[in-house]
């Protein structure tokens, strides 16, 4: 099992950043793929951005391509979301999951409590 507990949420306001960081527990996080999900209020959870096990593939949703980057320290069991140019659209909850099988398209088995990031106008 892996647990995720992510941190970093907060207020910001538009045109800002923040840096989500998710810290892994319990099994090789090196096994698992890991993404960074988000659920605004009253819509759905969507996938944000998601790396391979080793960090050689990333995948980003299209609303935060070039303002978002992920990234992961294997040996620090954490994996990070930079979040730039902070748009008022992007507050939700954020989420961070693992998935052993497949880095986009897969349902994660193991997922953090949230944090919340919410940009002001």
């Known amino acids: 099992q892996v647990q995720l507990v992510e941190s970093g949420g907060g207020l910001v306001q538009a045109g800002g950043s923040l840096r989500l960081s998710c810290a892994a527990s319990?099994?090789?996080?090196?096994?698992?793929?890991m993404g960074w999900f988000r659920q605004p209020p009253g819509k759905e959870r969507e996938l944000v951005a998601a790396?391979?096990?080793?960090?050689?593939?990333?995948n980003f949703a299209d609303s935060v391509k070039g303002r978002f980057t992920i990234s992961r320290d294997n040996a620090k069991m954490t994996v990070y979301l930079q979040m730039n140019r902070l748009k008022p659209e992007d507050t939700a909850v954020y989420y961070c999951a693992a998935d052993a099988s497949t880095i986009v398209g897969g349902i994660p088995e193991y997922w953090g409590q949230g944090t919340q990031v919410t940009v002001s106008s």
């Open positions: 790396i391979s096990r080793r960090g050689g593939i990333t």
């Open positions: 319990g099994d090789t996080f090196s096994s698992y793929h």
